[in-house]
């Protein structure tokens, strides 16, 4: 396939070009399915999110004139997040469940699940563990902890693409990493039962 431009690969799917499609489908695929991986709560979900919001995103992409696209591959990124946001928050019935486990007030929380955790070694950690992990947060706190933890945004840049307060978001990150500390710290053990056996 001959290599394309962002400003072409863009230009070409504004004029509904199948080859640019395959193209496009191909260049973001692999990092937006792991990313719907992540977002949602089981494969199934992860599936529906995928092709909904690859759809939407491309549905964006072709919206914008190309001289004001200056990084496709965050401009899709950021906008496949922004799908996926609503896609979960239109699952009310699952989006807004009530955790059980109570915020700290400090200051000073460090919010970061991979730092000083002696329980669990992250770096030698299992990828499809730590998916489990994920998938068993309710889906305020999992959009959090991917949002600010894996994905790297600021609270702030949380709070603002869930439309919701800076603190809400705090909260939400502290239950995320005990919550998540929690169903590791469970997979581990049955798997080191298992192997006791």
Do not use: W
Not at 40 to 66: D, F, G, I, Y
Not at 110 to 126: A, E, G, P, R, S
Not at 151 to 180: F, I
Request: with cysteine.
């Amino acid at each position: 396939m001959i290599a394309m431009t962002d400003a072409d690969l863009i230009s070409a799917l504004v004029k509904n070009d199948k080859a640019a499609k395959k193209l496009f489908f191909n260049r973001f695929y692999p990092s937006l399915s792991s990313l719907a991986q992540r977002y949602a709560k089981n494969l199934v979900q992860s599936r529906e999110l995928l092709n909904h919001c690859l759809a939407k995103t491309l549905q964006h992409v072709t919206k914008h004139r190309t001289e004001s696209l200056h990084d496709l591959d965050s401009f899709v990124k950021l906008q496949f997040i922004k799908e996926a946001i609503a896609f979960l928050k239109q699952q009310r019935n699952e989006y807004y469940v009530a955790s059980t486990v109570r915020v700290t007030e400090s200051e000073s929380k460090n919010y970061d699940l991979f730092k000083d955790n002696q329980i669990i070694d992250f770096n030698n950690l299992d990828v499809d563990y730590l998916l489990k992990g994920l998938r068993g947060l309710v889906p305020s706190q999992r959009l959090v902890f991917n949002l600010h933890v894996i994905d790297g945004y600021a609270l702030h840049d949380v709070s603002e693409l869930l439309e919701t307060s800076e603190q809400t978001v705090k909260s939400n990150l502290e239950k995320s990493r005990y919550n998540l500390q929690k169903n590791l710290e469970a997979f581990l053990k049955a798997l080191n039962n298992e192997h006791a056996v």
